[in-house]
């Protein structure tokens, strides 16, 4: 067994999975990985099952240390992370595993173009509550007390010795520019004519309320077709509803989100994209693209294909530890070389 | 009863019967829901992850990488037209606590004047009445329940307000709630309840269900805070304020 000690949480940092199914009918939404994928691989590079509990790091600013044993981890996203070893700190790369041993400290510095990064720990400790590890803080559940990771928290992951390291050496390819799909409905006909092609044309910014729950854009207000259409006799929602409050401006709702509500919801982001728009940082500007439900689930399938494929890129890292081609930053080598030498 | 189809994305949609609350309404809800959930095992409703019943409509959500929106809706094509509407499932019923007013309640004035009625009459009405949970939802636990006396409804706050604390007694439109969070909400708020409305140890972590009928019990503000500190320490089982039907869990 291994224990590492939560030093800082940083500015959000809980235990999440692949989410809580089958109790939205109670209120209960999924909770879960904002990105699934970068959990599937964060995951599969230490030797976990695709959906085991992983650390989601929200805003950057985790620090955890290593107080037993050994721990294998892997940071997927676009992490910005440092070794702290013997009191001399090296870059730690992304999208690998590495055997950190008692004594080390992983930092995440931030987490890039992105709102988050995950951090995978082999054989990570989290039992479910009502089938999920995920954390829903605002019931109380899963994660460590049904909280986010607090500083001086403990958790316990498998001993990791001597097992060989795992690369993905080519990450996901990302787009920042491209749009995000949606799908009009359920209530698009509580909207004024122009409002759906204004909502797919023109560039939202992310606002500052943006969280695990949803996020509010701030750009052209989308008119509701009269004063009537403004509320609806509440019915559920799903994480991707974008709902349109009275003041037009769109909201969407994530992984966190309320289960129902009485805001008309104008579209849904397709479930290909809703990671990468989740992932978006405040400031950011977005811009939507709407497909029909049939594009949107030939999306899935292709989403999905290509995460298997990446999925399937995992390999061993060589015995020698070293991989130039995954450590694409140049200056990285001669830190993650040193990193890399537990035994 | 031609339900609408109503487009959620590639992982949902939502069958909608019609667009007001009533028990006809629910009750088409409801048999569309058992039948699903009866048929689970057939092939053609293989890749449902969950259903979701509102007031007036079915959320289905399904896996697209399993199965495919126009799968599913011939399938459900199907389901409506033998499922009936299903009786209304037998609630228990709830009398449950409440201490009305002061920083429990802080719009119990306001709704007295605007409904125009004194305050002692405004907690006789919302305690007297008997309301039917028609749906749970928003936060986990958060009962939906009506008639409203017609005298009590009023609009939303125009402003929500940012805390609303776990526990409140709320009401808006023509429905009343409680919180079993603390959350945002933009309902009038009239009194506080000590029972623990969600308990994720227990086997059916929501207290109430749909179907259910509650009303409630006034309180002063030292049994409340007794009741309060007997529930937080387990010391008591919400139970207790179950007056018919056997316990579900």
Redo the contacts between chains.
């Keep these: 067994m291994s224990t590492l000690e939560i030093r800082a949480p940083g500015a959000l940092s809980s235990i999440q999975d692949a989410g809580r199914r089958g109790y939205r009918r109670i209120g209960v939404p999924w909770a879960g990985a904002l990105a699934p994928q970068l959990m599937r691989i964060a995951n599969r590079l230490v030797g976990n099952d695709e959906g085991a509990p992983v650390i989601e790091c929200f805003g950057g600013g985790l620090s955890l240390a290593v107080r037993e044993g050994s721990a294998r981890i892997a940071l997927t996203g676009d992490a910005d992370a440092r070794l702290l070893r013997d009191g001399e700190a090296t870059p730690l790369a992304p999208w690998r595993s590495i055997t950190l041993v008692a004594g080390d400290e992983l930092r995440v510095l931030g987490s890039g173009r992105d709102r988050a990064v995950t951090l995978a720990v082999a054989g990570l400790e989290c039992p479910p509550q009502m089938g999920s590890a995920a954390t829903y803080a605002r019931a109380g559940l899963g994660g460590l007390d049904g909280q986010p990771l607090q500083a001086g928290a403990r958790l316990n992951a498998a001993d990791a010795a001597g097992k060989a390291e795992m690369v993905l050496r080519k990450p996901p390819e990302r787009d920042d520019e491209a749009p995000i799909r949606i799908v009009a409905g359920p209530q698009a006909d509580h909207f004024d004519d122009a409002a759906l092609g204004r909502f797919a044309g023109s560039d939202y910014r992310i606002t500052a309320e943006a969280d695990r729950m949803g996020m509010r854009l701030d750009g052209a207000a989308l008119a509701h077709r009269d004063a009537g259409s403004r509320e609806i006799i509440s019915d559920a929602t799903v994480p991707g509803s974008i709902q349109v409050p009275g003041n037009g401006l769109p909201i969407v709702l994530l992984a966190d989100g309320q289960t129902a509500g009485g805001y008309p919801k104008i579209a849904t982001v397709v479930s290909a994209d809703l990671p990468r728009l989740a992932l978006r940082r405040p400031g950011d500007r977005v811009r939507f693209e709407l497909v029909t439900v049939s594009e949107a689930e030939s999306l899935a399938r292709a989403a999905e294909t290509l995460t298997r494929a990446l999925l399937a890129g995992i390999a061993p890292l060589g015995d020698d530890g070293i991989d130039l081609e995954a450590l694409y930053t140049g200056n990285l080598i001669g830190g993650v070389v040193n990193a890399l030498s537990p035994d | 009863m031609t339900p609408r189809m109503?487009?959620?994305?590639?992982?949902?949609?939502?069958v909608?019967f019609g667009?007001?609350?009533s028990p006809a309404l629910l009750a088409a809800v409801n048999a569309l829901d058992a039948a699903i959930l009866r048929h689970r095992d057939d092939p053609a409703l293989a890749g449902i992850?969950?259903?979701?019943?509102?007031?007036?409509?079915l959320?289905v959500?399904y896996d697209?990488?399993a199965t495919?929106?126009?799968i599913l809706e011939s399938a459900l094509a199907r389901l409506l037209e033998e499922s009936g509407d299903a009786a209304a499932p037998e609630g228990r019923q709830w009398r449950l606590p409440v201490c009305y007013g002061g920083e429990y309640g802080p719009d119990l004035e306001h709704v007295a004047a605007a409904s125009g009625l004194a305050v002692d009459e405004l907690c006789a009405c919302h305690a007297g009445a008997e309301y039917a949970v028609y749906?749970?939802?928003?936060?986990?636990?958060?009962p939906?329940m009506g008639e409203l006396p017609p005298s009590l409804q009023l609009p939303?706050r125009s402003e929500p307000r940012v805390r609303v604390p776990a526990g409140s007694v709320a009401i808006a439109t023509g429905l009343t709630a409680i919180y079993?969070?603390e959350?945002p909400g933009g309902w009038h708020l009239l009194g506080r309840c000590p029972a623990p409305l969600?308990d994720?140890s227990r086997a059916a972590?929501?207290l109430l269900a749909a179907g259910d009928r509650v009303s409630f019990e006034p309180i002063d503000e030292a049994t409340f805070v007794s009741l309060s500190a007997d529930c937080e320490a387990g010391r008591i089982d919400p139970q207790r304020w179950c007056i018919t039907g056997a316990e579900r869990s």
């Design positions: 109503l487009d959620c994305g590639d992982t949902a949609f939502t909608e667009n007001l609350i992850i969950e259903t979701v019943p509102t007031f007036r409509s959320t959500i697209p990488l495919s929106r126009e749906m749970l939802g928003f936060l986990p636990g958060f939906f939303r079993p969070w959350s969600f994720a972590p929501a």
